[in-house]
């Protein structure tokens, strides 16, 4: 007995970027990280958050940030989008936010782990703060990866300096390159989506100085892609996992 037939995806698919801060000085170079990974049906556009911290560089800004990201999340799926991206490699507000829309959210921690795991059997984290190092490492918790996850190491550069692409790169290649020869790294993820235009030349460094291949993980690109994979197969937050929430609760 033949399967009915799955009517194809309305063309374009709309994604949106959904940028956790409540300001949008970040909003060009998020849209530059994201556009080697676009497909050419892929429909983009950016949002930001209107109430909030202008950055996440803690718990408390992840916190204030949380419910502002849920609403403009259920307003971005009521406008017909097809999935979110959610720029921050912390996640903030996407568990909650599954609970709400029927549509895929994805932050950048999982896709980027796992995008690693795929290439690579241990991975360390590159991050910007201090203030960040303890979040970030109960993420490896939370996904069951503590036997896959080397390292973390943070740059000690606040969100709104990382657009000094050339500090940057060059501090980040010493910390991968420490993770790499002291702490067993096979594969770096960088803990922040604000890294742009880093990961590449980075890996090209390691290469350079190790005299072997390390893949080096931007997670504007491990996301997006990821997101745009999970719309074509038509697939959204489990209703075993993330019980539906209704406006009115």
Same mark, same amino acid.
């Given at each position: 007995?033949?399967? +009915?037939?799955?009517?194809?995806?309305?063309?374009?698919?709309?994604?949106?970027?959904?940028?956790?801060?409540?300001?949008?000085?970040?909003?060009?170079?998020?849209?530059?990280?994201?556009? +080697?990974?676009?497909?050419?049906?892929?429909?983009?556009?950016?949002?930001?958050?209107?109430?909030?911290?202008?950055?996440?560089?803690?718990? &408390?800004?992840?916190?204030?940030?949380?419910?502002?990201?849920?609403?403009?999340?259920?307003?971005?799926?009521?406008?017909?989008?097809?999935?979110?991206?959610?720029?921050?490699?912390?996640?903030?507000?996407?568990?909650?936010?599954?609970?709400?829309?029927?549509?895929?959210?994805?932050?950048?921690? +999982?896709?980027?782990?796992?995008?690693?795991?795929?290439?690579?059997?241990?991975?360390?984290?590159?991050?910007?703060?201090?203030?960040?190092?303890?979040?970030?490492?109960?993420?490896?918790? &939370?996904?069951?990866?503590?036997?896959?996850?080397?390292?973390?190491?943070?740059?000690?550069?606040?969100?709104?300096?990382?657009?000094?692409?050339?500090?940057?790169?060059?501090?980040?290649?010493?910390?991968?390159?420490?993770?790499?020869?002291?702490?067993?790294?096979?594969?770096? @993820?960088?803990?922040? &989506?604000?890294?742009?235009?880093?990961?590449?030349?980075?890996?090209? @460094? @390691?290469?350079?100085?190790?005299?072997?291949?390390?893949?080096?993980?931007?997670?504007?690109?491990?996301?997006?892609?990821?997101?745009?994979?999970?719309?074509?197969?038509?697939?959204? +937050?489990?209703?075993?996992?993330?019980?539906?929430?209704?406006?009115?609760?």
């Amino acid at each position: 007995m033949s399967s +009915p037939l799955v009517p194809p995806l309305a063309s374009p698919i709309r994604i949106c970027v959904l940028v956790p801060v409540a300001t949008d000085q970040f909003n060009q170079r998020i849209m530059k990280a994201v556009a +080697p990974v676009v497909p050419p049906d892929v429909q983009v556009e950016v949002r930001n958050i209107t109430s909030g911290h202008p950055c996440i560089e803690n718990r &408390t800004n992840w916190l204030e940030n949380g419910m502002p990201v849920v609403n403009l999340a259920r307003q971005i799926a009521a406008d017909g989008f097809d999935g979110i991206w959610l720029t921050d490699f912390d996640m903030c507000g996407v568990e909650a936010a599954r609970e709400l829309i029927d549509i895929p959210i994805i932050g950048g921690f +999982p896709t980027s782990a796992f995008t690693a795991l795929m290439l690579s059997q241990r991975f360390s984290i590159i991050t910007i703060l201090q203030s960040t190092l303890a979040m970030q490492r109960g993420h490896t918790l &939370t996904y069951g990866l503590q036997d896959s996850f080397a390292s973390i190491l943070a740059l000690n550069c606040p969100v709104d300096q990382l657009d000094n692409v050339e500090v940057v790169v060059a501090r980040t290649f010493e910390l991968a390159r420490k993770a790499v020869e002291q702490d067993g790294a096979q594969s770096i @993820l960088l803990g922040c &989506t604000g890294f742009v235009d880093v990961a590449a030349r980075v890996s090209a @460094l @390691l290469e350079d100085a190790l005299g072997y291949y390390v893949p080096v993980i931007d997670p504007n690109h491990a996301g997006f892609s990821l997101l745009v994979s999970l719309v074509r197969m038509r697939v959204r +937050p489990s209703r075993a996992t993330y019980s539906k929430v209704t406006e009115s609760t």
